[in-house]
C-alpha cells in the first residue's frame, strides 16, 4: 500500500476559500469587479505605507475573503458546522440580529480559523446565520409550521458529504486523490440554484422579511456575498463611485480616525437583479429576476479588549462619532496598549492582534441596506410582542453539536502567545 499524501485542513481551506471565489465571481461579476479594485487599493497602499504589514502580509490580505451564508434549522446549522470543522473553521461569538434597530429575523455565528499560524496561513471566515422561525414577533403559528414544514422537507447537503467531511474533520485533513472532489462538492453545496422557485410562497415570505424568503423560499443555500479585504476603505469607496458603482450611503462601523483603526470598517454595494426561475401561480415555471446577492468590502482594525469595546459603543452612541471619538480613545497604539484597550502580541504596540469577526450593528445595516423592504412583525395590537423562543448561545451550541468559542479568549491567546 503505497502511503497517500495527506492534505491538511488549512490547504483544503485555502482551496475551498479559493474555489468559492471563483464560482461567486462567474455568477456575480461585479464581484470580480470589486476584487480587481481592492487589490489595486492594497498595493498601492502598501508602496506609500510602510507600516502596513502590521495588521497582516499583503498575501493574506489579497487571499482575505468572508463570506455569508444563512440556513434554516438547528440541523442545517448543525451540518453546516461539520462540513467547515472539514476546513479549520469552527463557530465563534454569537450575534443576534433580531433585537438590533433595523432587525432581522436570525441569530448567527462566524466559522474560522482560530489561532494565529491558522488564520495566517489562510483565514477564511463565513458569516452564518439561521431563520429564528420560533420567534412570534417574526412568525405567527400558522406562517412558521409551514415554514418549518417547508424546511424539514429539504436537503441541504448530501449526507454522503457531510459524512465525508466529519471523517476529514476528525483525521485533520484528507488524502491527496479525495481533496479536489471534497473541494468540488463543499463548494457546489453553496452555488446558486437553477431549480424553479415556487413565487407564491416566496412572496409570502417576502412580506415577513426579505432575508425569510431568501433562506425558506428555496430548497437550496447559497453564497450570499464574498467579501475582499481592503486595506484603505475609503479610497476602495472612492474607486467604486468613480467607476460609477452605487455604493451604500455609508461606510459602516467606526469612522475613520487619526489614531489606531479599530475592529471592523465595511461598505457593500447592490447587486443587480439575477435571473432565477419563477413557478407561477398557474403552473408554469417563466424567468424572472430577484435581487439578493450583494458585494461588500471590508477593511480590518486592531481587536478591542472588552474595556476598549465598552468606550467604543459609548463611542459609537454619539451623534458624530467621528466628531467625539478623541473623548473616548487615546491617539496612538501605545496608549491602546497601555491602558489595555486592545490586544498586541506581548503588549508590543507595533504588533496589533487583528480583528477576524463582526460587528452586530454593521451586519444588521448590511443585511437591511440591501433587502427590498424592512422586516414586518406579527400583528402589533395583541400578545406578539413578546418572544418567548429561548435562542440564545446554549441553543446554538446545541444545535452545531460543538462549543460556541469566545473571541475574547481567543483575542487574549492571540496575544500572549507570540505566532
Ligand atoms: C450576513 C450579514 C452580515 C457582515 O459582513 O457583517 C455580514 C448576511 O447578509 O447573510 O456578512
Ligand atoms: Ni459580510
Not at 118 to 138: K, Q, Y
Request: proline content about 7%.
Amino acid at each position: 500500500m503505497s502511503p497517500s499524501l495527506h492534505i491538511p485542513t488549512w490547504q483544503l481551506r485555502a482551496r475551498f476559500a479559493a474555489a468559492l471565489s471563483a464560482m461567486y465571481g462567474a455568477e456575480v461579476p461585479a464581484y470580480t469587479t470589486l476584487v480587481a479594485v481592492s487589490a489595486e487599493v492594497n498595493a498601492a497602499y502598501v508602496a506609500s505605507h510602510p507600516q502596513a504589514y502590521r495588521l497582516g502580509s499583503l498575501d493574506r490580505v489579497t487571499a482575505e475573503r468572508h463570506g455569508a451564508i444563512r440556513v434554516g434549522t438547528a440541523r442545517e446549522i448543525g451540518e453546516v458546522a461539520t462540513l467547515f470543522a472539514a476546513f479549520g473553521m469552527y463557530p465563534v461569538g454569537f450575534y443576534d440580529l433580531r433585537d438590533a434597530a433595523s432587525p432581522v429575523p436570525v441569530i448567527s455565528t462566524a466559522f474560522r480559523p482560530t489561532t494565529p499560524d491558522e488564520l495566517a496561513r489562510n483565514p477564511f471566515r463565513v458569516f452564518t446565520s439561521v431563520l429564528a422561525t420560533a420567534d412570534r414577533r417574526f412568525f405567527d403559528d400558522d406562517l412558521r409550521a409551514r415554514v418549518q414544514n417547508f424546511l424539514v422537507r429539504r436537503t441541504l447537503f448530501d449526507p454522503d458529504l457531510i459524512a465525508r467531511a466529519a471523517r476529514v474533520g476528525a483525521d485533520g485533513g484528507c488524502p491527496a486523490e479525495t481533496a479536489e472532489e471534497f473541494v468540488a462538492d463543499a463548494v457546489a453545496a453553496f452555488a446558486l440554484s437553477r431549480e424553479p422557485i415556487d413565487k407564491a410562497w416566496y412572496t409570502e415570505l417576502a412580506a415577513v422579511s426579505a432575508v425569510a424568503a431568501d433562506i425558506a423560499g428555496v430548497t437550496t443555500t447559497h453564497i450570499n456575498h464574498l467579501t475582499p479585504r481592503v486595506l484603505d476603505i475609503d479610497e476602495l469607496y472612492r474607486r467604486m463611485t468613480a467607476r460609477g458603482v452605487a455604493m451604500i450611503d455609508a461606510i459602516q462601523g467606526p469612522p475613520r480616525t487619526e489614531g489606531p483603526a479599530v475592529l471592523l470598517r465595511q461598505t457593500s454595494f447592490r447587486a443587480l437583479a439575477e435571473p432565477r426561475r419563477l413557478r407561477h401561480p398557474d403552473g408554469v415555471v417563466r424567468d424572472g429576476s430577484l435581487r439578493v446577492r450583494f458585494g461588500e468590502v471590508e477593511a480590518r482594525g486592531v481587536a478591542l479588549t472588552p474595556a476598549g469595546r465598552q468606550r467604543y459603543d459609548a463611542a459609537m452612541a454619539a451623534p458624530d462619532p467621528a466628531a467625539t471619538w478623541d473623548q473616548h480613545f487615546p491617539a496612538t497604539d501605545r496608549e491602546f496598549a497601555d491602558q489595555q484597550l486592545a490586544y498586541y502580541v506581548g503588549g508590543d504596540p507595533a504588533k496589533p492582534v487583528v480583528y477576524e469577526d463582526f460587528l452586530p450593528a454593521s451586519a444588521a445595516g448590511i443585511f437591511r441596506s440591501n433587502l427590498d423592504g424592512e422586516t414586518r412583525r406579527t400583528a402589533a395590537d395583541d400578545d406578539v410582542d413578546d418572544d418567548d423562543s429561548d435562542y440564545s448561545e446554549h441553543w446554538l451550541a446545541d444545535a452545531l453539536g460543538r462549543d460556541l468559542l469566545d473571541p475574547y479568549a481567543l483575542y487574549q491567546k492571540a496575544a500572549a502567545c507570540p505566532p
